[in-house]
């Protein structure tokens, strides 16, 4: 079965330092897989995703992962991190066979970002 | 806006009631996921609907039930209501391979 794992629950950084979100994934085939934010009291919002090719993704408000299929991760990863992006970021892998493209969370990974 | 809309965003209940909330996917999507998010269980995928027929199940109580009509709209029924219910339940619509799902704003349902 599909699994994701965010090792870090929550992560602090200061403001214009670089961050780095972990993800670790389980699935049998080459997976599809996705970064998603959700600000407090919001849905889910897409950051980025991969399904194939180049494995450095670029997403939206400056993020980019990197599928590394050695290690089963895709990491989520910012240069510069400013205040409005505290939030709660969710890493999730999606089947990439049949009919059915559900979507396996990890727990999710908050951050608090300090001025 | 995902384009993905949900009723109601907030809804308080007692046990034992029964509750039905609903999805309106984005225009041309076929295909509607309901996911549920508690904070001890973390998001996790209830049901798949495509195009009005049933085609995956995933961690739904029997209590659960949904459906998905001819308009794709999707309604998910929550039956004899539990303290454990509450939960903020969101649904996605999905096209078809590589493309994303997009989330619904989410139903927050309190059952005191």
């Known amino acids: ?33 996705f970064w998603y934010v959700q600000s407090p009291g919001q849905g889910l919002q897409l950051l980025l995703k991969y399904f194939s090719g180049d494995t450095l993704v670029q997403g939206i408000k400056g993020f980019e992962a990197e599928f590394k299929r050695s290690q089963s991760s895709f990491n989520l990863r910012k240069p510069s991190v400013h205040w409005s992006d505290a939030a709660e970021y969710f890493c999730a892998v999606g089947n990439s066979g049949g009919s059915n493209y559900k979507l396996t969370f990890g727990k999710g990974t908050l951050l608090t970002v300090n001025p | 806006d995902s384009g993905v809309t949900q009723t109601p965003k907030h809804l308080i209940t007692a046990t034992g009631q029964r509750v039905t909330l609903r999805c309106s996917p984005r225009s041309g999507d076929l295909s509607v996921y309901w996911y ?61 391979s590589y493309n994303e799902q997009f989330f619904g704003p989410g139903t927050r349902l309190t059952v005191l």
């Open chain 2, 36 to 96: 549920q998010q508690s904070l001890d269980q973390g998001l996790q995928f209830l049901i798949q609907y495509y195009n009005g027929e049933e085609r995956a199940k995933g961690n739904i109580l029997e209590r659960f039930s949904a459906q998905q009509f001819p308009d794709l709209h999707s309604e998910l029924n929550l039956s004899s209501l539990e303290l454990g219910d509450s939960a903020l339940y969101f649904c996605a619509s999905h096209r078809g």
């Open chain 1, 1 to 33: 079965a599909q699994s994701v794992t965010q090792p870090d629950i929550h992560i602090t950084v200061s403001e214009g330092a670089s961050l780095e979100l972990r993800c670790n994934y389980s699935y049998g085939a080459t997976p599809y897989l």
